[in-house]
Structures are given as C-alpha cells and as structure tokens.
C-alpha cells in the first residue's frame, strides 16, 4: 500500500493490495464531487464538452430524478456505500459542520454498517476504491485504521481519506474563513505545524505514505492510471472498481492537457478532464472485451456547489439547470444529480426515466447482481433499480424518500402508486443570503438549524411534476387536496422515525476535531511531514490517451 499524504485538513491517498479472487459480473462505479445535473451535455449543456459521459447516456439509461441521500459529501457517500440513510449509521450531524474536514478526526462510517463493497468481497470480487473516501480513517490511534477502505471490504486503495479543499492549494483562499473557523478552537493555518507528541513511521503495515502534501499536477491522471491498471490486472476476474473523483470539488485544478480549454474557465476545464477520465475506462474496458460484462453507474455526490466564487471573482462552482439551490441544501439543486447506467445487451439503451430512484440504490442493485445475500439484520432503505432499468416494472419503489439537513428532517418526498404527482414538502428552509440569492454566499454553505433557517408550519408543499423548479408552495386554495397530502405525509414521516435507532454520533464535535496523536506523517516532525515518493518513483506517464 502507498499513500499520498496532506497536512492535517489536506490529508492523503494510499495505495494497499490484498489478494483477488473470482465471481461474476464487472462493476464500475464513477462518482463525482459537487457536479452540477446541469453541467453534461446528457442533460441539457450545450457549452461544456462531456462526449463520453454523454455516451454512458446515449448507450444506457439517464435517469431523471435520481436523489442524492444528503445534499452534502460524507453523509451522501455513507447512504451510497450501506444503501441506508446516513442518520441510521450515525454519520449525520448534529452539529453545525456535517462533514469531516481533517484526516486525524476519530469519526468515520462504523465498523458495522455493512457496505457493497463487504458483500462483493465475499463473493470474490477483486475491489478497489480510487480517490476519494471522506468517511473517516482512524478512532483511537495513527495505525488502527477503523474507518479506512480495507476495513470496508476493499481490497486495494489508492486515494484521499478526506476531502480536497481550498485550504489544500496555495491561493485560494479557505473554507474556513466563512462561517467555520470562530468555531474552532485553533486556526486550521496552526494545525499545520502543530504536530506534536507525535509517533512517526514511514511504514504501518501495508501501508506506505508516497505523497505530503498532495501535489494537484496531473492528478487526475494518476488516478485514472490507477483505476485502468487495476482493470487490466483483473480482466479474468469479476471485479468492483469505485473511481471517485476529487473534480469539481473546489480546490479546482486541470493538467496542462486541459488548462484554459473549455469556454467556463477552470471549472470547465475540470469537468472537461474528469470526462477525458471517463473516457479512458470506457476504452480500457472495450481494450479487455469486458463492455458487456460490465456495468457502470456515473453519479455525483451531491448538486453543484453553487456558493463556490474564487478570491479573484471567477464562479468555481457548478450549474444545476432549471433547479433551485444547491449543494448544502435539500432544494432540487442540492439533491437531484446524474444518474446513468450502461450494460449492454441488459439495460436498454438510450432510455429515459423520471421515476424517483436514489444512490442508496446501487447498494441492493449490485449485491444482488452479484449474487450476494441483502443484510437482514437492518433496515436498507434502497430498492433494486434492475426491474425498473429492464423495464419489468414501470413504477419506483421509492413511494417515499426522506431529505435530511445534517440529522434533521428537512423535507419529504411522496409518489403515489396511483399519481403522476411528486409532492415534496418542507418542515424547513435555509434563509439564502443575500436573500434575494439562489444561496448562501455570506457562509459559503447553508446550515440546518438555529437562525440560519426559517420554519414552516404548515409546512411548504410543492408538486414537483408540475413545479420542478419549486417556485411556488401550494395553498389550501390552489391545491384542494393540501391537507390531505400533508397528513400522509406525517404519517410517513412518523413511520419512518419509528424505524430509527439511536447510534453513536460519528460527527459529534470530539469526533470532528483534529487529534495529533491520529495524524500519520511520511518524515520527522523537523521535515514537516514532507515525501514525494511518487516523483521520485516515476510510476505515471500522464500523456497516455
């Protein structure tokens, strides 16, 4: 195993092997970070060049209203991973920050959520995850990784355990400046330097730190090198690949290949790039003869950040077309995001669906594809999206789908079996600011409670087949059914928390805050954590394709 390591909030990937052995069909999971539905020309975008994600589209099915879990990235991806609602394993917060900001946090996704990737693995999948993970890394010390990939059935990993943000890249700018930093008790700009009482190796186990800080040239590339090289290792096995990429999560970066090529400056240019990305899966899995035997999802996280604006004024965030909001908040912008799946010769091409789906659906889709049994033990709040994609069915499981801000509640949505109708009601809602904005720019996110939100009682109610772009809440007058909807609605709501059991909270404030004694470092203290063996190695050419 090797790892690229960030200082403190700009933490670090790793590569580790485990052995590989054999079952039944490929699967490619690419996600991204903080991607706007609008920004693919597969919905809609007419300026940005997305060829080949347009392509997944083109040969598989686009779904329409397919929901993120939580508008924000570590929650998001614990729904992904365990097809449960983050608030069901405890990585949804009570507090004010709902993600992890740094790698030495003892919060993380419990060693007893059950992910797909636990279930291929025992089924003899050859996994790996390249890329992002965010879900935390280790509890009580720097080397007894309790959160990390290989304890959630991976067997190779290549990546960053956190997150990137501004604070990782010289210039610009921090994420804790607006609204975060007052709460904390050190300056992140300390925590840098302040690793103290700290036990340093170079080597824990598998485990070999390659990179601190993480350097942004051609990183993209080095990532897709990694994530075809596993593919080419494992073409006579069945195997998971999860890709997730750091574009268009802000730092924003592009290689030189891509720099200045798009017609929306560097954002474009990294969706640009994460495109070329895809692209080059795609081809390796043509390469291998294994485009039939392999089924790929493209999603990403959460809606576009939309508050992203660099220190020089350029928008560095994403577009959600028609939708209200974005990412942080439970509008449409924040939630509805890409879907598309191709398998060829299996799921029809070029297909259209509105059903409601979400990605919590990948987790009971993949095991059961696999052959794998579903956990019985606990509630999975995704259903298999199979029968819909194959057309054996023409209605979502989903009749409900529950939005939460952090741990609370925000919103419902409701589907009746015998309705084309998608109400979707709100208990609350983020005050934008400047108010007559589309976000939170003061803060640069929005919060879930206190001042920062205005409550609705009755609660405001939209039908979404009508009013997609949530303009204008239904009244009693407009809507003659209104109380009616809003009763089952509660109805549902009161079932569903019913069903939840009190978990430890992964992102209480001492799980979030930063601890030296979990922090790895590459060198002594006295070389302020400083490697790059992944230079010096000249592992990657980053011209391939």
Same mark, same amino acid.
């Given at each position: 195993?090797?790892?690229?390591?960030?200082?403190?909030?700009?933490?670090?990937?790793?590569?580790?092997?485990?052995?590989?052995?054999?079952?039944?069909?490929?699967?490619?999971?690419?996600?991204?970070?903080?991607?706007?539905?609008?920004?693919?020309?597969?919905?809609?975008?007419?300026?940005?060049?997305?060829?080949?994600?347009?392509?997944?589209?083109?040969?598989?099915?686009?779904?329409?209203?397919?929901?993120?879990?939580?508008?924000?990235?570590?929650?998001?991806?614990?729904?992904?991973?365990?097809?449960?609602?983050?608030?069901?394993?405890?990585?949804?917060?009570?507090?004010?920050?709902?993600?992890?900001?740094?790698?030495?946090?003892?919060?993380?996704?419990?060693?007893?959520?059950?992910?797909?990737?636990?279930?291929?693995?025992?089924?003899?999948?050859?996994?790996?995850?390249?890329?992002?993970?965010?879900?935390?890394?280790?509890?009580?010390?720097?080397?007894?990784?309790?959160?990390?990939?290989?304890?959630?059935?991976?067997?190779?990993?290549?990546?960053?355990?956190?997150?990137?943000?501004?604070?990782?890249?010289?210039?610009?700018?921090?994420?804790?400046?607006?609204?975060?930093?007052?709460?904390?008790?050190?300056?992140?700009?300390?925590?840098?330097?302040?690793?103290?009482?700290?036990?340093?190796?170079?080597?824990?186990?598998?485990?070999?730190?390659?990179?601190?800080?993480?350097?942004?040239?051609?990183?993209? &590339?080095?990532?897709?090198?990694?994530?075809?090289?596993?593919?080419?290792?494992?073409?006579?096995?069945?195997?998971?690949?999860?890709?997730?990429?750091?574009?268009?999560?802000?730092?924003?970066?592009?290689?030189?290949?891509?720099?200045?090529?798009?017609?929306?400056?560097?954002?474009?240019?990294?969706?640009?790039?994460?495109?070329?990305?895809?692209?080059?899966?795609?081809?390796?899995?043509?390469?291998?003869?294994?485009?039939?035997?392999?089924?790929?999802?493209?999603?990403?996280?959460?809606?576009?950040?939309?508050?992203?604006?660099?220190?020089?004024?350029?928008?560095?965030?994403?577009?959600?077309?028609?939708?209200?909001?974005?990412?942080?908040?439970?509008?449409?912008?924040?939630?509805?995001?890409?879907?598309?799946?191709?398998?060829?010769?299996?799921?029809?091409? =070029?297909?259209?669906?509105?059903?409601?789906?979400?990605?919590?659906?990948?987790?009971?889709?993949?095991?059961?594809?696999?052959?794998?049994?579903?956990?019985?033990?606990?509630?999975?709040? =995704?259903?298999?999206?199979?029968?819909?994609?194959?057309?054996?069915?023409?209605?979502?499981?989903?009749?409900?789908?529950?939005?939460?801000?952090?741990?609370?509640?925000?919103?419902?949505?409701?589907?009746?079996?015998?309705?084309?109708?998608?109400?979707?009601?709100?208990?609350?809602?983020?005050?934008?600011?400047?108010?007559?904005?589309?976000?939170?720019?003061?803060?640069?996110?929005?919060?879930?409670? =206190?001042?920062?939100?205005?409550?609705?009682?009755?609660?405001?109610?939209?039908?979404?087949?009508?009013?997609?772009?949530?303009?204008?809440?239904?009244?009693?007058?407009?809507?003659?059914?209104?109380?009616?909807?809003?009763?089952?609605? &509660?109805?549902?709501?009161?079932?569903?928390?019913?069903?939840? &059991?009190?978990?430890?909270?992964?992102?209480?404030?001492?799980?979030?805050?930063?601890?030296?004694?979990?922090?790895?470092?590459?060198?002594?203290?006295?070389?302020?954590?400083?490697?790059?063996?992944?230079?010096?190695?000249?592992?990657?050419?980053?011209?391939?394709?």
């Amino acid at each position: 195993m090797r790892l690229l390591l960030f200082l403190t909030v700009c933490q670090y990937a790793i590569r580790s092997v485990h052995t590989y052995s054999v079952s039944n069909p490929n699967v490619v999971l690419l996600m991204a970070d903080d991607l706007g539905i609008g920004d693919l020309g597969c919905y809609g975008n007419r300026t940005l060049r997305t060829p080949y994600i347009d392509r997944l589209a083109k040969e598989g099915v686009t779904l329409t209203q397919h929901i993120a879990a939580s508008p924000l990235c570590t929650p998001s991806r614990a729904a992904f991973l365990t097809g449960r609602y983050p608030i069901r394993s405890g990585m949804a917060a009570f507090s004010r920050v709902g993600v992890f900001l740094f790698s030495a946090s003892s919060g993380g996704l419990p060693s007893e959520e059950i992910t797909f990737s636990k279930l291929l693995k025992q089924r003899g999948y050859a996994t790996a995850l390249i890329g992002k993970w965010h879900l935390g890394m280790n509890c009580e010390s720097s080397n007894d990784f309790c959160h990390h990939p290989l304890s959630h059935g991976f067997d190779y990993f290549y990546g960053l355990t956190v997150t990137n943000l501004r604070d990782c890249k010289p210039g610009q700018g921090s994420v804790f400046l607006k609204g975060i930093q007052r709460y904390l008790v050190i300056p992140v700009q300390i925590l840098g330097v302040t690793l103290v009482s700290l036990a340093v190796v170079h080597y824990v186990g598998l485990l070999k730190i390659i990179q601190q800080p993480l350097s942004y040239e051609n990183l993209t &590339q080095r990532l897709t090198t990694e994530a075809v090289q596993f593919i080419g290792r494992n073409t006579d096995v069945p195997f998971l690949l999860v890709l997730s990429y750091l574009h268009v999560h802000t730092a924003l970066y592009a290689s030189n290949m891509f720099r200045g090529k798009s017609k929306h400056g560097l954002y474009g240019d990294a969706v640009e790039e994460m495109d070329w990305s895809v692209g080059q899966i795609l081809n390796v899995l043509e390469k291998y003869n294994l485009k039939n035997k392999t089924l790929i999802y493209f999603s990403s996280d959460q809606g576009a950040h939309i508050e992203e604006i660099s220190s020089s004024g350029e928008v560095h965030g994403g577009y959600n077309g028609i939708y209200k909001g974005g990412k942080s908040t439970n509008w449409e912008g924040g939630i509805r995001v890409p879907g598309l799946l191709r398998w060829p010769g299996v799921i029809p091409a =070029g297909t259209y669906m509105n059903e409601p789906t979400s990605n919590m659906d990948i987790f009971p889709t993949i095991v059961k594809l696999a052959g794998a049994q579903l956990p019985y033990d606990r509630i999975i709040d =995704g259903h298999d999206l199979m029968p819909l994609l194959q057309g054996k069915v023409t209605r979502s499981k989903h009749e409900f789908l529950f939005h939460y801000c952090n741990a609370y509640l925000n919103a419902v949505r409701w589907h009746p079996g015998n309705s084309e109708s998608v109400w979707k009601a709100f208990f609350f809602t983020p005050n934008f600011n400047p108010e007559d904005s589309n976000g939170c720019y003061d803060s640069h996110v929005c919060f879930c409670h =206190g001042g920062f939100i205005t409550r609705h009682d009755p609660p405001l109610l939209f039908d979404l087949s009508r009013d997609p772009e949530e303009k204008v809440p239904l009244t009693p007058k407009t809507e003659s059914r209104f109380y009616e909807i809003l009763r089952v609605i &509660q109805l549902a709501v009161a079932n569903h928390t019913r069903s939840l &059991q009190a978990v430890p909270d992964q992102l209480s404030w001492d799980n979030l805050l930063w601890k030296p004694w979990l922090q790895p470092c590459c060198s002594s203290l006295f070389q302020s954590c400083y490697c790059d063996f992944e230079s010096e190695d000249s592992l990657l050419d980053v011209h391939s394709g």
